[in-house]
């Protein structure tokens, strides 16, 4: 593979901004500094550009079957939707459907090869009995080093108190890390058997039976049982001005506790479950209300929050219309398998592409972030917390080349024309966008020019992590 100097161009990492070189060797970064000579390298003028660590997206979806149907984007649709958004690195989640961790990971494995970006897992934890936990300690052999637990999805995915607690023990002697999703599973449970008996069957009731209060007291019953086992615990797509709240005052208390919101709870709110085509914001947990939209900016602003992830988990509107992606015709059931009723929609939305975009004209152009904290809260936090720093996350001698050259100057009006997520809809469309991705590098190779893809499925690597991340 040949040198390639990108000069002049600004780099931008979570601490700094500066005037710099940056020159690529074997796809990984070699020098970054003022004035490089490299005289064997290709030149890319930079000015006027700035050079971001590729994306790291703690939280996708990838060819997931649920609701009788799968999540319409695979491994390899999702990693060039991602790698288009600015996002080299993804972290998908292995569900326990078979017997063993070991059966479930591979299983996952073989789906994931066809990946276009880099990419690593999280192993679901939704049984805990003494087979799981003297298999546990074996996910670090795969590579695995964060289990996600739940605290809803009764009888599917729940785990109870006792079992998140000894759980954790165990993450916390194998230097692993817990991920927790928080809702109150049988409130949940309760509000939705009434609401369907009285007839409430419309995308708003998705909202209505599933209270932030729900949301608030789970998530602070988990830092509890995290700092009584004195494991680091990270909670998953913060929804609410409570969990903000919650995280705070556990962190405060020097907790080992993170948290990690999607552009999703910063934008909308359940009104947009209102709208005739409402089902297309449904999620778990649910989009809230412009409060929480605030005070999850301020989580971000502050540093109580300390990622931005997506739970990309998109589903078609109407999967009985044909889209066209790569100029073949796809259709795969989604929202309208609930048409009639609200538990019957597939729970999940796209965004893994939108992530950088929205997050950049919201956040930075409009002064609620720095461009460092940009960085910070969607490539080198979760590079760190999850196991992957220096390599990704970083732009450092030695990592891989995993770049972004960002045009902060371009305008686009965004939207389904723009979008290589397989579905049939996007949440932001129509948005004016101030600052988008201009190229993108995986592992120094330019997988995206424009509007060009010049990836391919399977250049993607596996990566296998090692325990004992910081917690930050
Ligand atoms: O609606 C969502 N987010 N589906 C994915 C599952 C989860 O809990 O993250
Ligand atoms: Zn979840
Ligand atoms: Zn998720």
């Known amino acids: 593979m040949s040198a390639l100097l990108i000069s002049n161009g600004t780099i931008v990492t979570d601490s ?46 990838l060819d997931l079957p649920m609701f009788g149907t799968v999540s319409s984007d695979d491994h390899y649709t999702g990693t060039k939707a991602a790698a288009f958004g600015g996002t080299t690195t993804v972290i998908d989640f292995v569900s326990l459907d078979f017997p063993t961790f070991r059966q479930s990971v591979d299983a996952w494995r073989v789906k994931a ?29 795969m590579g695995i080093t964060t289990v996600k637990t739940f605290t809803a999805y009764n009888n599917r995915l729940r785990l109870d108190d006792g079992s998140i607690f000894k759980a954790l023990r165990m ?44 949301a608030v007291e789970s998530a602070l019953r988990a830092f509890a049982l995290s700092a009584t086992a004195d494991a680091p615990l990270y909670l998953v797509h913060m929804n609410t001005a409570g969990e903000v709240d919650m995280l705070q005052y556990a962190r405060e208390r020097g907790l080992k506790v993170m948290g990690e919101t999607c552009p999703q709870y910063l934008f909308f709110t359940e009104d ?11 999620c778990s947990p649910p989009v809230r209300s412009a409060a929480d939209n605030t005070r999850l900016w301020q989580g971000l602003a502050n540093g109580t929050i300390q990622t931005v992830g997506t739970d990309h988990c998109p589903f078609f509107f109407d999967g009985t219309k044909p889209i066209l992606y790569e100029g073949k015709p796809v259709a795969i059931p989604g929202k309208e398998l609930g048409r009639d009723d609200f538990t019957k929609i597939p729970n999940g939305l796209p965004g893994v592409q939108d992530r950088l975009p929205v997050l950049w004209t919201a956040g930075v152009g409009s002064g609620k972030l720095t461009a460092q904290q940009f960085v910070a809260l969607t490539s080198t936090n979760p590079a760190k917390i999850f196991g992957l720093y220096p390599r990704k996350g970083a732009l ?57 893809w010049l990836g391919k499925a399977g250049m993607g690597e596996f990566l296998h992590r090692q325990p004992g991340a910081p917690v930050l």
């Open 171 to 214: 993450t916390r002697d194998c230097g692993m890390l817990m991920l927790l999703h928080a809702e109150n599973g049988d409130v949940i449970e309760l509000l939705v058997t009434e609401a369907l008996a009285s007839g409430c069957r419309t995308p708003e009731w998705h909202a209505r039976t599933r209270p932030a209060w729900g």
């Open 16 to 61: 700094a901004v500066f005037t710099a070189d940056l020159l690529i060797r074997q796809g990984k970064i070699a020098a970054v500094g003022p004035g490089l000579q490299a005289p064997d390298a290709e030149v890319l003028d930079a000015s006027g550009k700035l050079v971001l660590p590729g994306g790291v997206d703690p939280h996708v979806h």
């Open 113 to 141: 090869e066809k990946a276009a970006v880099d990419y690593a897992a999280h192993m679901n934890l939704t049984r805990f009995d003494d087979a799981v936990a003297a298999e546990l300690p074996s996910l670090l052999e």
């Open 272 to 282: 947009d479950l209102r709208r005739p085509d409402g089902a297309k914001w449904i």
């Open 396 to 452: 450092l001698p030695g990592s891989d080349a995993d770049l972004v050259l960002w045009d902060p100057q371009k305008k686009v009006k965004y939207g389904v024309a723009l979008s290589h997520q397989r579905t049939d809809y996007n949440l932001y469309e129509g948005w004016e966008l101030t600052g988008y991705p201009e190229k993108v590098f995986l592992r120094g190779r330019l997988i995206v020019d424009g509007e060009t």
